[in-house]
């Protein structure tokens, strides 16, 4: 299984950025889908995470309200869109994916990573 992010960027503080990352490979089981991201000097945080219906998500208290979390219709790709950054936002960004009928918030429970993807906020 390979997992492809894309659309980070640099952008001013109170700016938008869209997240995308594409699953391929043998991705025929359900899977839930997760954005964690790690600042400088920082452990890995959960970010976001929506099952596999698309109908359960879960959003960290600090993105609540300005991040959404959504899925393609073929269910492979999951996206992030981003509103109201602030310069905390700042990190590497990182989807994952779980296999399985139950999604989690630890990111050591996933079983796939992609690259990672640069997000700068400029104050």
């Known amino acids: 299984v390979q997992l492809l992010a894309s659309g980070g960027g640099l952008v001013q503080a109170g700016g938008s950025l869209r997240l995308s990352c594409a699953a391929s490979g043998r991705t025929f089981s359900s899977y839930a889908m997760g954005w964690f991201r790690q600042a400088p000097g920082k452990e890995r945080d959960i970010v976001a995470v929506?099952?596999?219906?698309?109908?359960?998500?879960y959003y960290a208290d600090s993105v609540k309200g300005r991040f959404t979390i959504s899925r393609g219709n073929a269910k492979n790709t999951v996206y992030l869109q981003m509103n109201s950054l602030k310069p905390e936002d700042t990190a590497v960004y990182y989807c994952?994916?779980?296999?399985?009928?139950?999604?989690?918030?630890?990111?050591?429970?996933?079983?796939?990573w992609g690259q990672g993807t640069q997000v700068t906020v400029s104050s």
């Open positions: 929506i099952s596999w219906s698309g109908g359960s998500t």
């Open positions: 994952a994916i779980k296999f399985g009928s139950r999604w989690s918030l630890r990111g050591d429970e996933y079983d796939y």
